[in-house]
C-alpha cells in the first residue's frame, strides 16, 4: 500500500543526544514536511523540501536538522541544541510541488526526552 | 503578524445535529483553505480544499463555506455522528504561493450519544 511511514512510533531519549526520526513515502511526492505538533497547540513548521537534494527553514528550525538525498526519504535529526524536543513530530508528503493539494501525513513519532 | 484563529474550546452536540466549526484568518487573502481531521495519537488525514472563488464546497456529509470578505471559513458535518468526535484543523497557505500549509490550533468536535 502507498503512504508515508515514519518511525519510530515512540522513543525516548536523554539530554544531550542527538535523535534521528525517519520518514519514508512511497507516494512519489515532490514536496516533504516536518511538523511539531504540542499539546494544545497547532501544527509548526520545521523544515520542508520540494526537491530533492534541496531543503529550506521552516518556523521552528532552530536545533533540528534535515536531508533530502533520495525522493522517498527526509529524516529529521533533533540534536540536542534543542532546548525542549519532547514533542509529537509528523511527517508529511504532497504530489506535486508549488502546487494545492491535499498533505497525506504519516502516523506520526512521539518524542521524550528523559 | 499573520494568524489563524480556531476556536480553543471544545464543541459539544448531540449526535444527529450539525456540528459547525469556524476558522478565521488576519492579514493575509489566501488562494484556498483546507480543512483536515485528526485523530489522539494520529496524523491528520485531509478532508476538503475550497478555493478562493468557490463560495461553499460539499463532500458527503461535509460542508465548507469561504468568506474572503469576512476572512473566514465555516466547516459543517450534518447528521453528526459520535464517530465524528476528533479535531479538526483548518490550514491556509501562506507562503505566497510556495504551498507551504500554515495550520490553526484546530478545534475538537465531541459528539454526545
Known amino acids: 500500500d502507498g503512504g508515508i511511514t515514519q518511525s519510530p512510533k515512540y522513543l525516548f531519549r536523554k539530554e544531550g543526544q542527538n535523535v534521528t526520526l525517519s520518514c519514508e513515502q512511497n507516494l512519489n511526492h515532490d514536496a516533504m514536511y516536518w511538523y511539531r505538533q504540542d499539546p494544545g497547540q497547532g501544527l509548526r513548521l520545521i523544515y520542508y523540501?520540494?526537491?530533492?537534494?534541496?531543503?529550506q527553514k521552516g518556523d521552528i528550525a532552530e536545533g533540528y536538522s534535515v536531508s533530502r538525498e533520495k525522493k522517498e526519504s527526509f529524516p529529521l535529526t533533533v540534536t540536542s541544541a534543542q532546548k525542549n524536543p519532547t514533542a509529537f513530530y509528523l511527517c508529511?508528503?504532497?504530489?506535486?510541488?508549488?502546487?494545492?493539494?491535499?498533505?497525506?501525513f504519516g502516523e506520526g513519532s512521539r518524542l521524550t526526552v528523559l | 503578524s499573520q494568524k489563524i484563529e480556531q476556536n480553543s474550546e471544545a464543541l459539544n452536540i448531540q449526535e444527529g445535529k450539525t456540528a459547525t466549526l469556524t476558522c478565521n484568518y488576519t492579514?493575509?487573502?489566501?488562494?484556498?483553505l483546507q480543512w483536515y481531521r485528526q485523530d489522539p495519537g494520529r496524523g491528520p488525514v485531509f478532508l476538503l480544499l475550497i478555493r478562493e472563488n468557490e463560495k461553499e464546497k460539499r463532500k458527503e456529509r461535509l460542508k465548507v463555506t469561504f468568506d474572503t470578505t469576512l476572512k473566514q471559513s465555516l466547516f459543517h458535518i450534518t447528521a453528526s455522528q459520535p464517530a465524528d468526535s476528533a479535531t479538526y484543523l483548518c490550514?491556509?497557505?501562506?507562503?505566497?504561493?510556495?504551498?507551504?500549509?500554515?495550520f490553526g490550533r484546530g478545534t475538537s468536535l465531541i459528539v454526545h450519544p
Open positions: 490550514a491556509l497557505d501562506m507562503s505566497g504561493g510556495s504551498y507551504i500549509p500554515t
Open positions: 508529511a508528503s504532497t504530489p506535486t510541488s508549488g502546487l494545492a493539494g491535499e498533505l497525506f
Open positions: 492579514n493575509y487573502s489566501p488562494a484556498y
Open positions: 523540501s520540494q526537491i530533492v537534494n534541496d531543503f
